[in-house]
């Protein structure tokens, strides 16, 4: 997937018009990866997308670094939803599931484009898919203590897998785990209603990712994000084909 979604920044901080919308097939789920922290001009192209409401939240945010990536993480959405569907960033509306899953409002959707958004630090991942529900998650991998967290929210099995691994593999191993099983309760929409250690999913590094039980009916993917992180996809039935893309600055 080439990254000529860049070409939509301007020079003026305004935002991106509406262009044709971009091709992406049922049973396809798009994969972009983008840097939170672009050039100054592309922070206020982006800062130019966003809601009143949008803008007010970063307003509140305290740390300069936190309002610039809320603000480009949130234009961004706009910029890319905007090219699928033919439509200006600043026109979409959204709206929210009980547990928070954002989903694009009726008003400014086709019904069929479905969405999902993660980030950590400076990087993010935006997966979109048609007629699929969707979920995405990407984890920067961290050497504190982490097996506390395994013994009160993996599954038994899952627990015994990560006791297996080498211990310079283990890190690696608790992360996989931890972004499969955030993607699966995303893709649901149904966050923390729904117990971590009732589905169980493999996170040995080097073997493709896998839902092993508690999860019938839907797709699980490994996805490629830089060293140092682990980032998983599940989709809703049956997942054809897979195609990241990064957002060049």
């Known amino acids: 997937m080439q990254s000529s979604m860049s070409t939509l920044f301007a020079a003026s901080p305004r935002a991106p018009d509406a262009v044709p919308p971009t ?17 100054p001009s592309q922070v206020r192209t982006l800062e130019a997308c966003l809601s009143s409401t949008e803008r007010e ?23 890319i939803l905007g090219r699928y569907l033919g439509a200006a960033p600043e026109e979409l509306e959204f709206q929210y599931g009980d547990c928070g899953k954002p989903e694009l409002d009726p008003s400014t959707s086709d019904g069929s484009l479905r969405f999902n958004l993660s980030y950590t630090y400076d990087l993010a991942l ?38 297996g691994l080498p211990v310079e593999s283990r890190a690696q191993g608790f992360f996989n785990g931890w ?11 149904t966050g923390l209603v729904t117990r971590l250690d009732s ?3 493999n996170l040995t590094p080097g073997e493709p990712a896998r839902l092993l039980s ?36």
């Open 214 to 249: 508690g999860a019938p009916g839907w797709s699980l993917a490994g996805l490629d994000v830089p060293a140092g992180h682990a980032a998983a996809l599940t989709v809703g039935g049956t997942c054809e084909c897979i195609v990241q893309g990064g957002w060049s600055s």
């Open 23 to 39: 091709a992406l097939e049922t049973g396809t789920v798009h994969v972009w990866s983008a840097s939170l922290d672009p050039p």
């Open 126 to 163: 935006y997966a979109v898919a048609r007629g699929q529900e969707l979920g995405v998650d990407v984890e920067r991998i961290r050497d504190k203590s982490y097996l506390g967290l395994a013994t009160r929210y993996f599954s038994a099995a899952e627990r015994a897998e990560l006791r």
């Open 199 to 201: 589905f169980t999913v």
């Open 179 to 189: 972004s499969r099983k955030e993607s699966y309760v995303k893709a649901l929409g």
């Open 57 to 79: 939240r970063a307003r509140r945010l305290r740390f300069d670094r936190d309002r610039q990536r809320y603000v480009v993480r949130r234009g961004l959405l706009r910029v």
